[in-house]
């Protein structure tokens, strides 16, 4: 059975860190791309991150760039989401997702093509 499975999300203040992790279990690890999104109340779900399991590269969504870190272990078949500075705009209930493809930012912007998901955890910033 596949499964990611979130956890680390919760109330931080605004300026604030938390590292979100994603245990993936189910599939080859190292076969897929995995992906955070993020989506707030009202809004549509967005793109935050993507790595790629291949060669390590990462892809952020402007909004978060300099800010999010995205990595993995493949040893834990684990993906984290070091997330700094937060901001109340960062509120939101963030996913992990997995890929059979090339992480890009077209990838990105199309949720579409991730096959995986996970439940989800919400992560609220308040000011």
């Known amino acids: 059975e596949v499964q990611l499975v979130e956890s680390g999300g919760g109330l931080v203040q605004a300026g604030g860190s938390l590292r979100l992790s994603c245990a993936a279990s189910?599939?080859?690890?190292?076969?897929?791309?995995i992906g955070w999104f993020r989506q707030a109340p009202g809004k549509e779900r967005e793109g935050v991150s993507c790595?790629?399991?291949?060669?390590?590269?990462?892809y952020y969504a402007d909004s978060v760039k300099g800010r999010f870190t995205i990595s993995r272990d493949s040893a834990k078949n684990t993906v984290y989401l070091q997330m700094h500075s937060l901001k109340p705009e960062d509120t939101a209930v963030y996913y992990c997702?997995?890929?059979?493809?090339?992480?890009?930012?077209?990838?990105?912007?199309?949720?579409?093509?991730?096959?995986?998901w996970g439940q989800g955890t919400q992560v609220t910033v308040s000011s």
């Open positions: 997702a997995a890929a059979a493809h090339s992480p890009s930012y077209y990838l990105l912007h199309h949720d579409v093509e991730f096959d995986y």
């Open positions: 189910g599939f080859t690890f190292d076969d897929y791309t």
């Open positions: 790595i790629s399991s291949a060669d390590g590269s990462t």
